[in-house]
């Protein structure tokens, strides 16, 4: 028999929010499929207010109520059974965020989980990178926000440990990350690889997402270092606005793509990989499996 419910995640970055509508194709002695419905992303750069003045602006909180209204709406529309909205780094942040959050809840019923690093790794790790990736395989799994970056070991098909770091675009643009932060993160990242003896970079979030789309690259195949470092420089080598209107990218990536690019290819150096596998996926997709598998806490509609 054939069941098909639809889930809904609300992912609340530094640097946008997002809202993912995803199938759940559950069949008689078959594995449970999970399929992308339909995906909106606003950009509200939450973190821009957050790490510089610690607390969201009206006028972005404003955006944020109209945002998760037009979202409820597009949950009720869906007929969505079950959803979760987390908020990570920059809401974690805000000295202003609960009262924001009781807000959101009272005018759109939407409610919202603040998440901590650690959850926020857990949740990205419990995506199914089965059909990914290669389980003979090491892999330094790297999900670059706009506030943080979480980083998992995993090995022979298993998540062996994860840490979160306060390194993101948005921190990076606004030149807040300590050179401490940084070095902690070298340190993490020497100690947990340098047991195996070739390591892969698994790469999330849309900055990396965007950088395989201009590849060309076949899906499942990986980017090289000397790909992106190459990319790295071209993006350099361009302003603000000629990445704009000669590269064709959107004007609230178009500042964040470097510092991103920045943080994978410190982590390829670091690991040793020489090559990054995007498979787009992301801290939405964890969401949903941790929603079906109740690994987490979710509202039933």
Not at 8 to 32: K, M, Y
Not at 182 to 205: F, R, V
Not at 260 to 269: F, G, H
Request: glycine share 6%; charged share 25%; with cysteine.
């Amino acid at each position: 028999m054939l069941k098909i419910e639809k889930y809904a995640a609300i992912d609340i970055g530094s640097n946008a929010v997002r809202l993912l509508i995803s199938n759940i194709i559950i069949q008689d002695d078959v594995p449970v499929i999970f399929k992308k419905n339909s995906l909106v992303r606003v950009p509200i750069r939450l973190g821009a207010d957050v790490f510089m003045n610690g607390e969201i602006s009206e006028y972005n909180q404003n955006r944020m109520i109209d945002t998760m209204q037009a979202f409820s709406l597009l949950i009720k529309s869906h007929g969505v059974v079950r959803y979760k909205a987390c908020a990570t780094s920059a809401m974690r942040e805000a000295k202003n965020s609960e009262p924001l959050a009781q807000k959101i809840v009272d005018t759109t019923g939407i409610n919202i989980d603040i998440i901590d690093g650690e959850e926020e790794a857990a949740i990205i790790a419990a995506t199914d990178l089965h059909e990914f990736i290669d389980e003979n395989k090491t892999y330094l799994y790297v999900d670059v926000g706009g506030g943080s970056t979480e980083f998992s070991i995993i090995h022979n098909g298993e998540k062996i440990k994860s840490r979160s770091f306060k390194i993101g675009t948005v921190r990076l643009l606004n030149d807040i990350v300590k050179n401490e932060t940084w070095q902690e993160l070298e340190k993490w990242i020497n100690e947990n690889t340098k047991q195996y003896e070739k390591i892969d970079l698994i790469g999330s979030g849309g900055n990396i997402n965007k950088i395989f789309k201009i590849s060309g690259k076949a899906i499942g195949k990986p980017l090289t270092y000397f790909y992106l470092t190459s990319y790295y420089k071209t993006l350099q080598s361009y302003s603000y606005e000629e990445r704009i209107t000669k590269l064709n990218l959107n004007q609230d990536r178009a500042d964040v793509i470097i510092p991103a690019t920045r943080i994978y290819l410190s982590a390829m150096k670091w690991s040793g990989a020489k090559d990054i596998y995007v498979p787009k996926i992301g801290l939405s997709d964890g969401i949903i499996k941790s929603m079906y598998y109740e690994t987490v806490s979710s509202v039933e509609l």
